[in-house]
């Protein structure tokens, strides 16, 4: 029987602790833990969560998979409904000052900010925080929009993207928020809608999205806190599509037009297709990170266009696994 050496051409090596780095399929010997290990990357998968209390689409995320908010959105009337999600169920919370849909949104279950949107007849500038409890409202966006990309926290926010006046326009506007008011920075380098958006204000990523005719785009863009750097592509361009993730090199993407259910991970360099969905659909709402992200709401473009509650949970593969016997 061949050995290890053998097929790999080298020896298995001893570490204190576990590389730093080991690629796929390598494996050790950990002197602390006493045993034998291997790197193995499993593509995750989506777990069915609890439903929302009220099926929407539209809505805007903020938060993590164990402590999220859903606000806003089409039930298909346009809806200042919030829900909070505490890792099992979803609760109604106290509603937004203005109802609306298409808006953006960011931050935690406890301290978050959405902006923007549509009350159905006109767009929005509007501003509002919430702080665990109830919404305030807060200095407007510059420039009224909606169906836009976000990122950042309730007091460090960007806003990019989406639709805004005169008409139907495409914007590459991007509105940075210091947790008082809203100033025009360096825009996106090409103009969309219905893109998504993860990150931080000083380190965000910008992807998919749609400009008039288009019915996707794979384009992504790299924000480093001063300008946007369009980087390498999703695999499949989509539009209306949500979002999870921490910063500019950490990012999964998920759903979209077309009733896609995909998901792509994104590592800081490329896109990498892994499991998808349960649930097929656009127009959903993300919160969480690239290892641990939910995702919930969204529509069927069936006549007329219905309204979904599904709710689904990320969990990031098994990266260290300890080899056993059995």
Do not use: H
């Not at 099992?88 to 609306?100: F, G, H, K, P, S």
């Not at 007091?155 to 947790?179: D, H």
């Not at 790299?222 to 950490?250: H, I, K, M, P, Q």
């Not at 259910?261 to 800081?268: I, K, Q, V």
């Amino acid at each position: 029987m061949a050995d290890y050496k053998t097929i790999k051409g080298t020896k298995i090596q001893n570490y204190t602790t576990d590389p730093d780095n080991p690629l796929t399929g390598q494996v050790w010997y950990n002197e602390t833990d006493q045993v034998l290990k291997t790197f193995y990357v499993d593509p995750g998968s989506w777990a069915t969560g609890n439903d929302l209390n009220t099926a929407r689409y539209y809505s805007a995320g903020a938060g993590t998979q164990t402590a999220a908010l859903c606000v806003g959105g089409r039930d298909p009337l346009y809806t200042a409904i919030t829900e909070s999600y505490n890792g099992t169920n979803w609760t109604e919370v106290n509603d937004l000052n203005t109802a609306r849909a298409e808006l953006g949104g960011v931050g935690t279950n406890t301290a978050a900010l959405v902006f923007g949107g549509t009350d159905g007849l006109i767009q929005l500038t509007v501003t509002e925080s919430w702080n665990g409890t109830s919404w305030t409202e807060v200095n407007d966006l510059n420039v009224d929009k909606r169906r836009m990309g976000s990122a950042g926290t309730q007091t460090t926010a960007l806003a990019f993207g989406g639709i805004i006046p005169p008409g139907v326009t495409a914007a590459a506007q991007t509105e940075s928020w210091n947790g008082t008011s809203w100033t025009e920075v360096n825009d996106l380098n090409t103009a969309r809608w219905d893109l998504t958006g993860t990150g931080t204000q000083t380190s965000a990523l910008a992807f998919g999205g749609s400009p008039p005719p288009a019915t996707g785009l794979a384009l992504t863009e790299s924000w480093n806190g001063t300008s946007f750097t369009e980087v390498n592509d999703l695999n499949t361009a989509r539009t209306e599509l949500g979002s999870a993730g921490a910063d500019n090199t950490s990012a999964l993407g998920f759903g979209g037009n077309s009733l896609s259910a995909l998901t792509e991970s994104w590592n800081g360099t490329s896109w990498t297709e892994v499991n998808d969905l349960n649930t097929g659909r656009p127009n959903l709402a993300g919160a969480g990170i690239q290892t641990s992200a939910l995702a919930f709401g969204g529509s069927a473009p069936v006549a007329p266009v219905s309204q979904l509650s599904a709710t689904e949970e990320w969990t990031d593969g098994i990266q260290t696994k300890t080899i056993t016997s059995s």
